[in-house]
């Protein structure tokens, strides 16, 4: 819960309360988002790294990165949106420990520690400078456009000649890297979700799926979206003997060759599928 608090000395930059051991060998920006957290009561501060992972819904393996090298950007402003310790203040040492929304009549009455919050949130009138200017990506990620079109693994599916994006999704580069093996240029990485049975076990129903928008031509076996008829499908593409055909990784879909004439289009190779998996 976010707790806004109106007390002056709270807010003062100068403001530390220094009460946790190992803080010298600490990285200033961890101190400091530590020292905001126990001053405006969000942690007990008795077990301050499990205690701060939950309020921030991450992990204590998170927290002990951040000890170490420092809050990252993305984290400061999740402590910021989520409990209200700004950002500037966590990264820079500027400004105020704390966003409070309090009209001039209520600082002239003496807000109560509570103020300015409605069920646990800060109103919509909280601002602050932003770390990371609005519409640009994060230091550190990459972002995707997720299309609201989907790629049938079944039927078919039609979409639009024209699909819209339905929201961006930021990726660590560490995390892509891993996935993909190098950073891709803005735009080459296309999400769309993939719908149906056929691409089981490999991709599943609901799996979103980063495809190389680059790739338009057959480029070896893989994972490819297609147009055929004017339908969009996520198959493997095979080139066997007698030519090359269109492949399920779920044997209850049996392959069929690509006839001349069918008028097959490659819209991208699949790189990657990113889904929850049951256990």
């Not at 400091?32 to 790294?49: C, F, K, N, T």
């Not at 002239?108 to 800060?122: A, H, Q, Y």
């Not at 024209?162 to 993909?180: C, D, G, N, S, T």
């Not at 008829?229 to 030519?243: F, H, S, V, W």
């Amino acid at each position: 819960m976010c707790k806004l608090l109106a007390n002056v000395a709270c807010n003062n930059a100068a403001f530390t309360c220094g009460t946790l051991p190992g803080m010298d060998d600490m990285h200033p920006t961890m101190r400091r988002l530590y020292d905001a957290a126990i001053a405006g009561r969000l942690i007990e501060g008795q077990h301050p790294q499990a205690e701060l992972a939950r309020k921030l819904n991450t992990s204590s393996q998170r927290l002990k990165n951040w000890e170490n090298r420092g809050v990252a950007q993305q984290g400061a402003v999740e402590a910021q949106l989520m409990l209200g310790i700004s950002a500037s203040w966590v990264m820079r040492g500027e400004g105020d420990m704390f966003l409070v929304a309090l009209d001039e009549a209520h600082r002239s009455d003496g807000p109560g520690p509570t103020e300015g919050v409605v069920d646990g949130f800060p109103p919509a009138s909280l601002t602050a400078t932003p770390l990371v200017p609005a519409g640009a990506t994060p230091s550190g990620y990459v972002r995707f456009d997720l299309l609201d079109g989907a790629g049938g693994m079944g039927l078919g599916v039609v979409n639009q000649d024209y699909p819209e994006v339905v929201r961006q999704v930021e990726v660590a580069e560490w995390e892509v890297r891993r996935k993909l093996g190098f950073l891709p240029a803005p735009g080459r990485i296309a999400l769309i979700t993939g719908r149906g049975p056929s691409m089981r076990p490999r991709i599943d129903h609901g799996d979103v799926v980063m495809v190389d928008t680059t790739v338009t031509a057959f480029d070896g076996d893989g994972v490819y979206v297609i147009n055929v008829g004017g339908e969009t499908q996520i198959k493997m593409l095979q080139m066997r003997g007698d030519g090359l055909y269109v492949v399920s990784a779920n044997p209850d879909y049996p392959a069929y060759p690509v006839k001349e004439g069918d008028g097959l289009h490659i819209g991208g190779r699949v790189v990657a599928a990113m889904g929850i998996k049951e256990l």
